[in-house]
């Protein structure tokens, strides 16, 4: 039997209260749980204490024998000390991602536009030294008089 650390609503509708419960994978979400381990009330202010609570010492336990908690119940837990810092799944962060080809799209127009910039610096580079090659200083070619003194 697969268990889970899950939230359990309740509640009106328009206010909701969780409940945080440690339930059989395939039950319901509202439906059967085997204990109720602390709750949640999205309703009061993030900084208020009453928003979260946790049974510590039962959560541990239930930790402790293999039950997962979900996503959200991870991340009360690691606020509250009880795990380690919680860590997004990779499946979360690569949804909002674009599929594949269009991806493959991006990085070669990037690749284009970077070409074309480090294009566009060398043919101002070449522009700045033919510039200086015209406009150097010319070389004085008249030959050198010698004053000779007035005898």
Sequence with gaps: MSVK??????????????????A?????RDGDFIEKVGTYNPMLPKEDPK?????????KY?????????DKVARFLSEAGITG?????????????????A??????LEEKRLAAEEAKKQAEAEAQAQFEADNKPAEETAPATEETPAA
């Design 24 to 28: 059989n994978s395939r039950a319901p």
């Design 85 to 101: 810092k919680y860590v997004i799944n990779d499946k979360q962060t690569k949804k909002p991602l674009p599929k594949a080809k």
């Design 51 to 59: 928003r979260v609570v946790l049974v510590a010492d039962r959560i």
């Design 103 to 108: 991806q493959e799209r991006a990085k070669a």
């Design 5 to 22: 650390i899950r939230l359990s609503r309740k509640g009106s509708k328009k206010r909701p209260f969780n409940h945080i419960v440690v």
């Design 62 to 70: 239930w930790l402790s024998i293999g039950a997962q908690p979900s």
